[in-house]
């Protein structure tokens, strides 16, 4: 069995996939362009992939028939076309579950680095700029009694409103696709948590922006394209809206650079599931769905389209 593994993974996961096979993975600091892809998988039964390479029917079909499973390190799937995978009897899988808290976390520091202004702190008194403590010096907004406003209400989007609900906030959720007017009329806080789809891209555009009370935050950490960055740099620019935490981007690893300009505006770059116990829970959990379907099983984490 031929093994592809697109960029390094923990050692652990390493050790089950090379007791399955002969395994290749990629020693380059970056994503393999998609040439290098397309050469790199030549002849793979599993290919374990990464966010950030576009898997479909030209990858499959470079790999060659014996493809069998496209496991992806990461909940999200948008980089893979997953009917073109399928009509060739390809497993396509993801990583459910492990990175939940580790996402919502993250989501939950940006928010509280936002409205807590600790970034911005930060990088005040590393310029060396004058301060003294006073009532009104850096005031930020309190989160208890607002309204956390959920957008896609899966598992990580529920570990969220339960830490809001830990700070005293009232928590309401919408469907994947409709950020519902009402919510973005009332939350104080609107965290995205729906994947990305033709339907999400760019769910929260200019009116979704201007529908949003004047003083609520928005927090992303699913994926970039659910905003549109351009309308949303407008948007605070114009002040429409408080604030963004933002964890992805829409055109990653670029950002927009109005965005980097904002005291307003706190900026990580995808770190949501970047815990040393989280990834490595991710990668061992891409190397079972190998392991599952390269032994003739069915995948532990199957998706489909
Ligand atoms: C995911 O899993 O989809 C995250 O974006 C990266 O962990």
């Known amino acids: 069995m031929r093994i592809v593994v697109t960029r390094r993974i923990s050692e652990a996961a390493l050790v089950e996939l090379r007791a399955l096979g002969e395994v290749w993975v990629s020693e380059a600091d970056r994503p393999l ?29 470079a790999a060659g028939p014996q493809l069998r499973i496209v496991a992806n390190v990461a909940v999200g799937y948008d980089n893979i ?48 700029q004058p301060w003294s403590f006073h009532l009104g010096f850096m005031l930020g907004s309190g989160l208890q009694g607002k309204t956390m406003g959920i957008v896609g209400a899966g598992q990580i989007g529920r570990a969220v409103g339960r830490r809001a609900e830990a700070f005293g906030m009232r928590v309401v959720y919408s469907g994947r696709s409709d ?3 009402e919510l973005l009329r009332t939350a104080d806080v609107v965290s995205l948590h729906c994947p990305l789809t033709p339907e999400t891209r760019h769910l929260i555009d200019a009116d979704a922006l201007a529908t949003m009370k004047h003083t609520a935050f928005l927090i992303n950490t ?23 935490g933002l964890d992805v981007f829409e055109h990653e690893p670029e950002v927009e650079p109005r965005l980097l300009e904002l005291d307003n505006v706190v900026l990580t770059p995808h770190l949501g599931s970047a815990t040393v116990e989280t990834r490595t829970e991710m990668a061992l959990l891409a190397a079972r769905n190998v392991e599952a379907v390269l032994t003739g099983g069915e995948p532990v984490n199957p998706v489909h389209s």
């Open 179 to 181: 950020p519902k007017e």
């Open 81 to 128: 076309d997953v009917p073109a995978l399928a009509e060739r009897g390809v497993h396509v899988t993801n990583t459910p579950g492990v990175l939940t808290d580790a996402t919502a976390d993250l989501a939950f520091g940006l928010l509280l680095a936002l409205t807590r202004r600790i970034a911005e702190g930060d990088r005040l008194l590393r310029a060396r």
């Open 33 to 61: 362009e998609p040439e290098e892809l397309g050469k790199a998988v030549a002849g793979a039964d599993a290919v374990v992939s990464m966010l950030h390479d576009r898997i479909d029917a030209s990858v499959a079909e």
């Open 222 to 244: 699913t994926r970039g394209p659910v905003v549109d960055e351009s309308a949303l740099a407008d948007a605070l620019l114009a002040n429409e809206i408080a604030g963004a």
